[in-house]
């Protein structure tokens, strides 16, 4: 029994790694992975308490969908 769950165990470990590797290499992941870091460089401005450059090149805005544009 204890040989049969460490089998399935490394399966589905295996299958997981596979599964992950093609979700991060996915452009969908690339460009969450980027506003997020955008969305975190900009709390960190504030809560420091430093202003933000207002670069219309760097700048994030929403339209009525809900949905991030740059």
Known sequence: MKY???IFATIALAA???ALA????TDAYSH???AEVHGV???TL???GDEIA???ATMLSSNESGTVQQ
Request: charged fraction near 25%.
């Open 22 to 25: 093609g979700v991060v290499y």
């Open 32 to 34: 969450a992975a980027k």
């Open 54 to 56: 207002c670069d219309p």
């Open 4 to 6: 049969r769950d460490a």
């Open 16 to 18: 997981t790694s596979v």
């Open 41 to 43: 460089r900009a709390l």
């Open 46 to 48: 504030v809560a420091s």
